[in-house]
């Protein structure tokens, strides 16, 4: 199945993503380029929502971009299979390599809106993130190893003090709080 049908069939749970459910269809009809960064406008993004086994702890990185505690995510850069970029980006990210996929299905649906930046010495336009979040579960005791390229570390945090760390108000009211009652 394909990632357009895989969003159609996502039921949201709340009015953000009956929104943005309908903005990522149409966006997707319009923009062949919808998965590659080139599209300056907006493009997809995989999030992986990572917890404990016994889903009271989520593995966060302190992202260098936004100098916040962060969920982890990277761009489809052409791939449609987003649950592959999501255990990708897991692993590249935080160094877990044995984290499983909870049912595999689409668990989120948000439009992020990134605001303008230097990257790599070069200007990033403010852009959108059509962005799809995936749940795992992971051990916490296997080893975390950072991407000092993205990160500049990588830590487990109970759902409490998950929201008291980031610095994006908007993501944790509207997005992490989401997540966590999602895996209650």
Same mark, same amino acid.
Request: hydrophobic residues 40%; proline residues 3%.
């Given at each position: 199945?394909?990632?357009?049908? =895989?969003?159609?069939?996502?039921?949201?749970?709340?009015?953000? &993503?009956?929104?943005?459910?309908?903005?990522?269809?149409?966006?997707? %009809?319009?923009?062949?380029?919808?998965?590659?960064?080139?599209?300056?406008?907006?493009?997809?993004?995989?999030?992986?929502?990572?917890?404990?086994?016994? #889903?009271?702890?989520?593995?966060?990185?302190?992202?260098?971009?936004? $100098?916040?505690?962060?969920?982890?995510?990277?761009?489809? $850069?052409?791939?449609? $299979?987003? #649950?592959?970029?999501?255990?990708?980006? %897991?692993?590249? +990210?935080?160094?877990?390599?044995?984290?499983?996929?909870?049912?595999? =299905?689409?668990?989120?649906? +948000?439009? %992020?809106?990134?605001?303008?930046?230097?990257?790599?010495?070069?200007?990033?336009?403010?852009?959108?993130?059509?962005?799809?979040?995936?749940?795992?579960?992971?051990? &916490?005791? &296997?080893?975390?190893?950072?991407?000092? =390229?993205?990160?500049?570390?990588?830590?487990?945090?109970?759902?409490?003090?998950?929201?008291?760390?980031?610095? +994006?108000?908007?993501?944790? +009211?509207?997005?992490?709080?989401? %997540?966590?009652? #999602?895996?209650?």
């Amino acid at each position: 199945m394909g990632l357009l049908q =895989e969003i159609k069939d996502f039921i949201p749970g709340n009015q953000q &993503e009956v929104c943005d459910k309908e903005q990522m269809i149409r966006f997707m %009809l319009l923009h062949e380029d919808c998965l590659e960064r080139k599209n300056l406008i907006a493009h997809f993004t995989a999030s992986i929502w990572t917890v404990n086994s016994e #889903r009271t702890k989520t593995l966060m990185v302190y992202h260098n971009l936004y $100098d916040s505690w962060s969920w982890i995510g990277g761009h489809a $850069d052409g791939v449609e $299979d987003l #649950r592959a970029v999501a255990l990708r980006e %897991l692993q590249e +990210e935080t160094g877990v390599k044995n984290a499983v996929l909870a049912g595999g =299905e689409i668990f989120s649906l +948000e439009i %992020l809106p990134v605001n303008g930046h230097i990257k790599k010495g070069a200007y990033v336009p403010t852009h959108l993130h059509m962005n799809v979040t995936y749940l795992a579960v992971a051990d &916490e005791a &296997e080893s975390l190893v950072g991407n000092t =390229e993205e990160n500049q570390a990588v830590k487990w945090w109970s759902f409490e003090d998950a929201l008291k760390v980031p610095r +994006e108000p908007w993501i944790v +009211e509207n997005i992490y709080k989401k %997540l966590m009652e #999602r895996c209650r």
